[in-house]
């Protein structure tokens, strides 16, 4: 027997919104107003859809009010055919955001296959006379993707923020196969995902983030008519965005899948605001940059070096990796006060062993300590995982096997064998003295049946993932200050994300870095292009530190590119002297001065006053860095005015400009800079009683 549900419906609120829940006539949660405003962002009823069969308003079986004194939680129980679906939010009495957790369970005897279930708010695109104009206040809105309002391989113009006529139209994803040419292809899809959206209308928005440790989730937009009705903006909720969660594309009798959460920000201001309130949430949830992080900046001596460039042989490794090579790059790291000599591949026994070549570079504690006392630098290493590496060098029981249990020429991340080896190794180094670890060749390494694994017959990305977590564990467990950096854990080396960017960080042991999508080839064509913008954007939304290494034999007498990637990502690695002195000394002077301001740089919080001027801010020390660019081929004069709260300054404290011209006209600053041709400029900001 079902229930009565209450027939008044449930409203539960603070004093940034109201979300009313209807249960009588099944669970219909909605409508969410904003309190200010009087606005219904849900104004329609709420959508569950689980596949062609099943969908509408769930039958209702119970619910639960539990109010605290700082939070009010509803649960909602309630029944599509076999599908038992439990529906909670939460609201805390004093933060701006509402939380949203939906769990489903197969209760019946069949699988229930919904490769495209979807759940969420309902915002009605019916004017009121029904007619096709689009009610008022939507037709100024914006909806932007977070955190890559430019997407990694977008370019100049080309943004992800969309109108809500955008919508009605197709959204795209790109999609990755190994093996595949770039520009890995846009698929087209009538659904938007991303991390997270900003619903910008004016003076206000709303954030829409989705945070899930456990399956790979995506937050979703949809322009839909259910049951054939008008047409709605279905936003929030849950769903499989191109087959992820893969636990949720079908359900097994008697299994539970749990999705990750989301959250909605009510945001006074603009997109901007909104984009900062992401961030903010996902310092929360632990995504930042842990304290007195210092991490050092790396020497790469990939790019000067022969054996990249050509076949990687033994006798080519004995020729170009040798200790002579290996100390030419490190007297440049000397030069240049790098403080951290980064050895891409060549420094193992043969490709991602991670053996070191006892026979070329002495043994590693020898190397560790022969770069220190010499050359005054740590140790860091490239050391792809099971997707990127020569075979040969692990057991033949991490190898995958197919469905008809022939054994492939491929390792399996998941192997126990895999993680044992590999973990063994890297600890190993570390305890030589190694102080980094680059997890490339992160890339899921496919579909294997050998049940010996231990893991699912089939292997699924999630388990990947985790078995990538595990060695990272292993490592700091044994040495808990040794950095670790992931490139994506599911395309790996790519200018593409598959994972949420977030994605496992926080966990315990996880790595600590995630790696600046691939602008390491051609940083200046990256940034020109507009491509690199993308770091602007993910640091409006990320305090999660960033790595990369560039090129800077492509840089230019200006130091242009040197200053975009320092001033984006919080850990810098650079390589290959540039064969004009001038640009050789230029790049002298920038690290001088980067290493001055290195604090603000890697801790401070970073504030977009425009695409092109960014500001570092340490907060307790009241202080903060501009930096300005030009990316234009002729000089100019580029300004901005903020306010010091706009940057995370006190109010009310008087601050000097040293470095660029500045005006003060009330609490309100102008910096500006003639700036020439390609080039970047910094600026210091300083409370004017600490005139240096
Ligand atoms: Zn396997």
Redesign the pocket.
């Known amino acids: 027997m079902l229930a009565h549900p209450p027939s008044a419906p449930i409203t539960i609120h603070n004093p940034a919104f109201t979300l009313q829940i209807r249960l009588k006539g099944g669970l219909n949660p909605g409508p969410l107003a904003e309190r200010s405003t009087g606005f219904r962002y849900a104004n329609a009823g709420y959508v569950y859809h689980v596949n062609s069969d099943l969908s509408g308003r769930p039958t209702y079986v119970t619910h639960r009010l539990t109010a605290g004194k700082d939070q009010t939680e509803v649960a909602l129980v309630g029944r599509l055919g076999d599908l038992e679906i439990t529906h909670v939010f939460v609201v805390k009495v004093r933060e701006p955001y509402l939380d949203e957790i939906i769990t489903v369970k197969n209760v019946g005897r069949e699988t229930i296959k919904c490769p495209d279930i979807a759940f969420g708010f309902a915002h009605s695109l019916a004017g009121a006379g029904g007619g096709k104009r689009i009610r008022a206040g939507l037709g100024d809105a914006r909806f932007l993707a977070v955190p890559y309002r430019r997407e990694l391989l977008g370019r100049a113009g080309e943004y992800q923020d969309y109108s809500i006529e955008d919508l009605k139209g197709q959204g795209y994803y790109r999609i990755f196969t190994p093996g595949a040419q770039e520009p890995f292809p846009k698929v087209p899809t009538p659904e938007f995902g991303a991390e997270g959206w900003v619903w910008a209308m004016p003076g206000r928005c709303l954030v829409m983030l989705k945070h899930s440790q456990e399956g790979i989730e995506h937050s979703l937009l949809r322009v839909e008519r259910p049951g054939k009705a008008r047409s709605v903006l279905r936003f929030g909720g849950a769903g499989v965005w191109h087959g992820d969660p893969e636990a949720a594309v079908a359900l097994q009798p008697g299994e539970t899948v749990r999705f990750g959460g989301m959250r909605y920000i009510f945001v006074e201001g603009d997109w901007k605001k909104g984009y900062y309130a992401f961030r903010q949430a996902m310092e929360e949830f632990g995504h930042r940059v842990p304290p007195a992080f210092d991490p050092p900046v790396h020497w790469n001596e990939l790019y000067d070096n022969k054996l990249w460039w050509g076949p990687d042989t033994p006798e080519n490794r004995a020729k170009y990796y040798s200790l002579p090579q290996i100390e030419e790059e490190a007297v440049k790291a000397s030069d240049i006060r790098c403080q951290a000599l980064y050895l891409d591949p060549g420094w193992d026994t043969t490709f991602a062993s991670t053996l070191w070549a006892e026979d070329r570079l002495l043994k590693a504690a020898e190397f560790v300590n022969l770069m220190r006392d010499k050359y005054g630098l740590a140790v860091s290493l490239h050391t792809p995982l099971a997707a990127w590496t020569d075979i040969s060098a692990y057991p033949v029981e991490a190898r995958?096997?197919d469905q008809d249990g022939k054994v492939l020429d491929a390792l399996?991340s998941?192997?126990p064998a895999y993680i044992r080896t590999k973990s063994e190794r890297l600890i190993e180094l570390a305890r030589a003295g190694v102080v980094y670890f680059m997890f490339d060749g992160s890339g899921y390494t496919g579909p294997?049946?050998?049940g010996a694994?231990g893991?699912s017959i089939g292997?699924s990305r999630q388990e990947h993932c985790r078995s990538i977590l595990a060695i990272a564990q292993a490592v700091h467990r044994a040495f808990p200050k040794v950095i670790i950096e992931l490139h994506d854990p599911v395309v790996a080396g790519v200018p593409v994300r598959y994972a949420p960017t977030y994605y496992m960080h926080g966990l315990p042991g996880s790595f600590d870095e995630v790696w600046a999508f691939e602008y390491m080839w051609d940083p200046m064509d990256d940034l020109l292009s507009g491509r690199a913008i993308s770091l602007y954007y993910y640091n409006l939304a990320y305090s999660l530190p960033l790595y990369i290494h560039i090129d800077l034999r492509k840089d230019n007498e200006q130091a242009l590119e040197f200053w975009w990637y320092a001033s984006t990502c919080r850990h810098l690695g650079i390589g290959g002297k540039h064969a004009d002195q001038k640009v050789w000394a230029a790049h002298k002077r920038a690290m001088r001065q980067y290493l001055r301001l290195k604090e603000f740089f890697v801790g401070g919080a970073f504030y977009g006053l425009q695409e092109a001027i960014h500001v570092h801010t340490l907060k307790e020390r009241n202080r903060a860095v501009v930096v300005a660019f030009n990316l234009d081929d002729k000089p100019a004069r580029v300004s901005a005015a903020f306010r010091p709260e706009d940057i995370g300054l006190d109010a009310g404290v008087e601050f000097m400009v040293s470095g660029a011209e500045s005006r003060q006209r009330g609490s309100e600053y102008t910096v500006a800079f003639e700036l020439p041709a390609r080039s970047a400029a910094l600026a210091e900001i300083l409370p004017a009683d600490q005139r240096p």
Do not use: L, S, V
């Open positions: 995958r096997k399996c998941g192997a294997c049946d050998d694994h893991h292997y």
